[in-house]
């Protein structure tokens, strides 16, 4: 699943368990702080790494989203990504099929 359509599926599921209103088109976090702030009082924790050392063509991106721990147990998410939208957007389903659904 691409980006863009990742995005629009976060949005979609914070919005199916009135969490937010995050509109398709999101960027940054801003947007769906309400669900990674839902996932840390629920025990996880969720980790966004920005790492200036990553900027080759054969790196994986220089973001790294994590959520671990708490409700999830081995069941944990790890992406290293291009852009930080693509890690959350990916965390977000994630998540919320392990535990939201």
Same mark, same amino acid.
């Given at each position: 699943?691409?980006?863009?359509?990742?995005?629009?599926?976060?949005?979609?599921?914070?919005?199916?368990?009135?969490?937010?209103?995050?509109? /398709?088109?999101?960027?940054?976090?801003?947007?769906?702080? $309400?669900?990674? &702030?839902?996932?840390?009082?629920?025990?996880? =924790?969720? *980790?966004?790494?920005?790492?200036?050392?990553?900027?080759?063509?054969?790196?994986? /991106?220089?973001?790294?989203?994590?959520?671990?721990?708490? $409700?999830?147990? &081995?069941?944990?998410?790890?992406?290293?990504? =291009?852009? *930080?939208?693509?890690?959350?957007?990916?965390?977000?389903?994630?998540?919320?099929?392990?535990?939201?659904?």
């Amino acid at each position: 699943m691409d980006t863009e359509a990742a995005k629009v599926k976060a949005a979609q599921i914070l919005a199916d368990l009135g969490m937010a209103s995050v509109p /398709g088109d999101w960027r940054g976090c801003d947007a769906i702080w $309400p669900a990674l &702030e839902e996932m840390a009082n629920e025990g996880s =924790t969720v *980790l966004v790494k920005i790492d200036g050392e990553r900027v080759g063509e054969d790196d994986n /991106g220089r973001y790294t989203v994590v959520v671990s721990g708490g $409700p999830l147990g &081995e069941n944990y998410f790890h992406m290293d990504a =291009t852009t *930080l939208e693509e890690g959350l957007a990916k965390a977000i389903p994630h998540f919320a099929q392990a535990r939201w659904k």
